[in-house]
């Protein structure tokens, strides 16, 4: 696969709620292309995660 197709599934992935997969294929498409929009992508579920605090949802 390309990185173009490795960044597009991970958007879809992202799209359907499963961030783990979409994160393993934006790292495939930046292992590929360094200059991918995957680095942009990959960024921006990385500052999800950091915001996200499960404690303060499940008390």
């Known amino acids: 696969m390309t ?3 490795y960044y597009e599934r991970g958007n ?3 799209r359907q709620g499963n961030y ?3 994160l ?3 790292m495939e498409a930046i292992a590929l292309d ?3 929009p995957a680095v942009h992508a990959k960024q921006m579920l990385e500052d999800i995660y ?3 605090c ?3 949802y499940n008390p």
Do not use: C, G, L, T
């Open 24 to 26: 393993n294929n934006y």
């Open 3 to 5: 990185a173009q197709e």
């Open 34 to 36: 360094p200059e991918s």
């Open 54 to 56: 499960k404690d303060m």
């Open 20 to 22: 783990q997969e979409a």
């Open 50 to 52: 950091n915001y996200y």
């Open 12 to 14: 879809e992935y992202r």
